[in-house]
Every structure is written in C-alpha cells, then in structure tokens.
C-alpha cells in the first residue's frame, strides 16, 4: 500500500514565523477558552489565538489613529 503524501504550500517568505510568544493561564481563563474552543469546533487553536489576538490589535489601533481634529470638533 502507497503512503501517502501530504501536500505543503510553501508560505512567502514574509510569513514565515521565526518570533515564539507565550503566555500562562489560570484555570479559570483555560476553562474558558477550552469551552469556547469546543463549542465552535475550532481544531487549530494557534491559529485562532493568532487570529483573535491580531484582530483586536487592529480594530483599537484603527479607533486610536490620529486624526486632523478631535472627535468633538468633527461632530460639530
């Protein structure tokens, strides 16, 4: 019987992933996260990690961008 081979796409060498985070969780927040992750049936949970993490950095980052005026003067 022919083993077979797994097919690889080979990612553009800007998204090659050389820098290693890591954090610790209490058992509460892993309880959590465990419920979420398998309610939703989420497989790989570094990704989604990744994913929800780089999410939220955008959206605050898009609320806090700099602008001409403040938010009251653009209201007006």
Same mark, same amino acid.
């Given at each position: 019987?022919?083993?077979?081979?797994?097919?690889?796409?080979?990612?553009? +060498?800007?998204?090659? %992933?050389?820098?290693?985070?890591?954090?610790? /969780?209490?058992?509460? $927040?892993?309880?959590?996260?465990?419920?979420?992750?398998?309610?939703?049936?989420?497989?790989?949970? +570094?990704?989604?990690? %990744?994913?929800?993490?780089?999410?939220?950095? /955008?959206?605050?980052? $898009?609320?806090?961008?700099?602008?001409?005026?403040?938010?009251?003067?653009?209201?007006?």
């Amino acid at each position: 019987m022919k083993k077979q081979q797994r097919k690889t796409t080979s990612q553009p +060498s800007g998204s090659v %992933r050389n820098h290693r985070v890591s954090f610790l /969780l209490n058992e509460e $927040e892993y309880s959590v996260i465990q419920g979420y992750v398998t309610k939703y049936g989420i497989r790989n949970r +570094s990704n989604w990690y %990744r994913a929800t993490l780089i999410t939220h950095i /955008l959206k605050v980052m $898009e609320a806090d961008y700099p602008t001409l005026f403040n938010e009251y003067e653009m209201r007006r």
